[in-house]
């Protein structure tokens, strides 16, 4: 009986960590470019794919991540994808890269999320305090100031941000784990959603005065990304 009982345990584990362990599963093939059309497509994670003897070399490419964009906006920074939208090979291949400009004195890239990626970010010039917060009930602050050459890691799906303590201008290269990480900015998704998130909700979430919801949603919030 007791032998019985170990192989129905031991059955139960097996079956529950084949859950707990999956994961999207590797390309069954070299590439999968997306395409829009789906008159002749196959859909594959999330995107139509064009038959591989069309793939060209421009599928796989994309020019300009060296060129810097400009800054000039409430949050003094902009940043510039290389993902499946703009590289139709990367899908199904789980990577993408983003450019990430910094205006001068406080340029900020505003906290947020990729609820699909771990970020990975590297350090092109300036100097930049970074950070991420870790979940519920922690709630704990890791922050490290960056210089040229300089990496860090943001864990996926963890609010976090990056801004220039610099007196130059700053610029880093982000690479994800995700041919399309998505982004969530938490005060646009907050303060600025479509339709309004009830001001009587937020103001007992945040615990503030009505008035400061209402006057934070009538913001113009901008979007970075």
């Not at 079956?15 to 590797?26: G, L």
């Not at 995107?47 to 070399?57: G, N, Q, S, V």
């Not at 796989?60 to 906006?73: E, V």
Request: charged share 15%; net charge neutral.
């Amino acid at each position: 009986m007791k032998r019985v009982h170990f192989l129905a345990t031991f059955v139960f584990l097996a079956f529950a960590a084949s859950f707990a362990f999956a994961s999207d599963p590797s390309p069954l093939q070299d590439f999968c470019v997306a395409i829009n059309d789906t008159k002749d497509g196959v859909f594959v994670n999330g995107k139509f794919c064009k038959d591989p003897k069309l793939a060209t070399e421009n599928d796989f490419f994309f020019p300009g991540l060296n060129i810097a964009r400009n800054t000039s906006n409430p949050v003094g920074s902009v940043v510039t994808p290389a993902n499946v939208a703009q590289i139709p090979g990367l899908n199904t291949l789980g990577i993408s890269l983003v450019r990430i400009d910094y205006a001068p004195y406080g340029g900020l890239n505003p906290p947020h999320t990729h609820p699909r990626a771990t970020e990975i970010l590297t350090v092109l010039e300036g100097t930049l305090y970074v950070g991420f917060v870790t979940s519920n009930p922690d709630n704990r602050l890791i922050t490290k100031v960056l210089h040229p050459g300089d990496v860090f890691v943001f864990p996926v799906g963890l609010i976090h941000f990056q801004f220039n303590v610099g007196k130059t201008k700053a610029s880093a290269i982000g690479a994800l784990s995700s041919q399309n990480p998505g982004v969530i900015t938490i005060a646009n998704a907050v303060f600025g959603s479509t339709p309004p998130i009830r001001s009587d909700v937020l103001a007992k979430a945040f615990q503030v005065d009505k008035k400061i919801v209402d006057y934070l949603q009538k913001q113009f919030w901008y979007d970075n990304n």
